[in-house]
């Protein structure tokens, strides 16, 4: 069964850090790859996904990933985060032989401080 | 704009009621899913549908079961509630091709006593 982990927890930072969140995922197959991201009250949105081509994916609010076969890696970049980037950050993979179930990461919360 | 609605966002419930969580997608998506979400543990898939009437278990379906009687409606029933299924659950529907993205519903926090 496929498994997906995102390292850190909880990350702290302060406004216009850079941001790296990392996601591995353990199926070695032909894979489509998701951020998304829960605001405080809010409900969970895409951020971004890949499913082919380019491995270097642009989302919405100046996020990117990049996926990494070789790595099985799938991490999340922002270079210059806002306060309003305070959110929890979950990875998921869809892996072709479960058709269209998702696996999560256990989800990083961001704190981005003013 | 995709919609997927959930019947409550705040559920207070005794050990040993049903429960029925209701979710409705607007988007004619054949798929849909039921989720809970725990500090930590990410999403854990509980149940999910291809098609009216149709169904398969998740990750985690013991404790629950589920209903789909029509396209754009699906139901989760917790037919007798316990403490440990205190937590969010969050409701998804979704085309049918792989690349396809899952939308989430608000969530419903459901607390048992």
């Known amino acids: 069964a496929q498994s997906v982990s995102q390292h850190n927890h909880h990350v702290i930072l302060s406004e216009a850090a850079s941001l790296e969140l990392g996601c591995n995922y353990s199926?070695?197959?032909?894979?489509?790859l998701f951020w998304y991201v829960q605001y405080p009250g809010q409900h969970l949105q895409l951020l971004l996904k890949y499913f082919s081509g380019d491995p270097l994916v642009k989302g919405i609010k100046g996020f990117e990933a990049e996926f990494i076969k070789s790595k099985f890696s799938f991490n999340l970049r922002k270079p210059s985060v806002q306060w309003s980037d305070t959110a929890e950050y979950f990875c998921a993979v869809n892996d072709k032989a479960a058709g269209n179930k998702l696996t999560f990461g256990g989800g990083t919360r961001v704190l981005v401080k003013p | 704009d995709v919609k997927v609605t959930q019947s409550s966002r705040y559920l207070v419930k005794r050990t040993g009621e049903k429960v029925f969580l209701e979710c409705v997608q607007d988007?004619?998506?054949?798929?849909m899913f039921w989720y809970r979400q725990d500090p930590g543990l990410g999403l854990r898939l509980i149940y999910f549908?291809?098609?009216?009437?149709?169904?398969e278990k998740g990750d985690i379906p013991e404790g629950y079961s589920v209903s789909r009687e029509k396209k754009e409606r699906f139901s989760l029933i917790l037919e007798s509630a316990s403490t440990n299924q205190t937590s969010m659950y969050l409701c998804?529907?979704?085309?049918?091709?792989?690349?396809?993205?899952?939308?989430f519903g608000p969530g419903t926090r459901l607390t048992v006593l």
């Open positions: 549908s291809y098609d009216v009437k149709m169904k």
């Open positions: 998804a529907s979704s085309g049918t091709r792989f690349s396809d993205t899952q939308y």
């Open positions: 988007m004619d998506h054949e798929n």
């Open positions: 199926y070695g197959g032909t894979v489509n």
